[in-house]
T-cell receptor
Framework: DAGVTQSPTHLIKTRGQQVTLRCSPKSGHDTVSWYQQALGQGPQFIFQYYEEEERQRGNFPDRFSGHQFPNYSSELNVNALLLGDSALYLC?????????????FGPGTRLTVL | GQNIDQPTEMTATEGAIVQINCTYQTSGFNGLFWYQQHAGEAPTFLSYNVLDGLEEKGRFSSFLSRSKGYSYLLLKELQMKDSASYLCAVRASLYNQGGKLIFGQGTELSVKP
């Protein structure tokens, strides 16, 4: 049973560039949430996708956008990168309805903006 | 606003018991989660509380008091491998359909021999 997978593992970009991060949810899960985790901090919620639509959004600017595909995989796009966007980006998957909706996290993508 | 507080760091001795506290103030409540995160790795699920009381799971137990906005994670028979960051997270959605998690900053636990 494959868990949550993310790609790439590491990424280095320069200010102003754009980046796309990818996530495949755990088998059987239909909901994907994205979090940003700065060093020494807890994860901060970016947004959540369910049935290919953004269902909830945290306090992040419009530079952060996403997409969910029919197979439930998801992408996170960040435009006009800033130095402050350097962080670990975590994807978490869960079941959209019923139960405790425990979120399972992927290994993350470490983004460095120079 | 949404606020979750937990101690920044704690130190304990191998074989001992440690309690990590978490207090929260959120606009809604639909469950509290504890995650363990080793350096450079993803958070892994430890426990879930939605009703008041204690949930026990092997060496780990978690307690919730909704009226006090308070939870703790209890780790018994500490092992060196328990050295990690422990994250308290509240699901603030008013409905049980996924919902974003609001995390505390994490408690860095160091277990000494």
């Amino acid at each position: 049973d494959a868990g949550v997978t993310q790609s790439p593992t590491h990424l280095i970009k320069t200010r102003g560039q754009q980046v796309t991060l990818r996530c495949s949810p755990k088998s059987g899960h239909d909901t994907v949430s994205w979090y940003q985790q700065a060093l020494g901090q807890g994860p901060q919620f970016i947004f959540q996708y369910y049935e290919e639509e953004e269902r909830q959004r945290g306090n992040f600017p419009d530079r952060f956008s996403g997409h969910q595909f029919p197979n439930y995989s998801s992408e996170l796009n960040v435009n006009a990168l800033l130095l402050g966007d350097s962080a670990l980006y975590l994807c978490a998957s869960s079941l959209g309805r019923g139960g405790r909706n425990e979120q399972f996290f992927g290994p993350g993508t470490r983004l460095t903006v120079l | 606003g949404q606020n979750i507080d937990q101690p920044t760091e704690m130190t304990a001795t191998e074989g001992a018991i440690v309690q990590i506290n978490c207090t929260y103030q959120t606009s809604g409540f639909n469950g509290l989660f504890w995650y363990q995160q080793h350096a450079g790795e993803a958070p892994t699920f430890l426990s879930y509380n939605v009703l008041d009381g204690l949930e026990e799971k092997g060496r780990f137990s978690s307690f919730l008091s909704r009226s006090k906005g308070y939870s703790y994670l209890l780790l018994k028979e500490l092992q060196m491998k328990d050295s990690a960051s422990y994250l308290c997270a509240v699901r603030a959605s008013l409905y049980n359909q996924g919902g974003k998690l609001i995390f505390g900053q994490g408690t860095e636990l160091s277990v000494k021999p």
